[in-house]
């Protein structure tokens, strides 16, 4: 089975752009989470989305948002980038459930905000 | 005061040397992960546990609920071990939170 694939893989951007990041789940996984990484704030939960809705989402503001497609792929979107939006952010599929079963992890995108 | 706290956060090891990672939560859980990341971003899940104890091959990971403390042990660790090693947990909302990691180096 083909893994968890995220593009695009690297992105440079300016203060005030959009930026759209793209996660394809392993196949027949329906549960995908996206996470943010950066250096001083480690790893923090974006969102999670089963079945096309947000199950669960995490403390950041109304500029992340995200979406999930019937196919189980997801999108997720920053708005008004900041340069402290800069961070490796990472998408992570499961059969079910994110917080209960084994995730798998994409590569991520790292994205730079300028 | 973060809700996940790892230790130690850096640990150099000689290749052989059996190596714990600590990680105690103050939230009431419903899951704990321990994950690899190596350089370069890629994160493996390594093990998602409720209670008791869980092997893999050199890896071995136990969860003490009562006393909200995990542990992530390496048996003869070897170089290629090295990684930074994160501790996770979902609270009963399905919350995820993260531990700031422990940066392992194991020396041939």
């Known amino acids: 089975k083909a893994g968890v694939t995220q593009t695009p893989r690297y992105l440079i951007k300016t203060r005030g752009q959009q930026v759209t990041l793209s996660c394809s789940p392993i196949?027949?996984?329906?549960?995908v989470s996206w996470y943010q990484q950066t250096p001083g704030q480690g790893l923090q939960f974006l969102f999670e989305?089963?079945?096309?809705?947000?199950?669960n989402k995490g403390n950041f503001p109304g500029r992340f948002s995200g979406r999930q497609f019937s196919n189980s792929r997801s999108e997720m979107n920053v708005s008004t980038l900041e340069l402290g939006d800069s961070a490796l952010y990472l998408c992570?599929?499961?059969?079910?459930?994110?917080?209960?079963?084994?995730?798998?992890f994409g590569p991520g995108t790292r994205l730079l905000v300028l | 005061k973060n809700e996940v706290e790892q230790s130690p956060q850096n640990l150099t090891a000689q290749e052989g040397e059996f190596i714990t990672i600590n990680c105690s939560y103050s939230?009431?859980?419903?899951?704990l992960h321990w994950l690899q990341q190596h350089p370069g971003g890629g994160i493996v899940s390594l093990f998602m546990?409720?209670?008791g104890k869980k092997k893999h091959g050199r890896l071995i990971a136990t969860i003490n609920i009562q006393e909200k403390h995990s542990s992530l042990h390496i048996t003869a660790s070897h170089p290629r071990d090295s990684a930074v090693y994160i501790c996770?947990?979902?609270?009963?909302?399905?919350?995820?939170?993260f531990g700031t990691g422990t940066s392992l180096t194991v020396i041939p």
């Open positions: 939230v009431g859980i419903s899951a």
């Open positions: 196949s027949g996984h329906r549960s």
């Open positions: 546990l409720s209670s």
């Open positions: 996770a947990v979902t609270n009963t909302g399905n919350q995820f939170y």
């Open positions: 992570a599929s499961s059969l079910r459930d994110a917080g209960q079963e084994t995730q798998y």
């Open positions: 989305y089963f079945s096309e809705t947000q199950r």
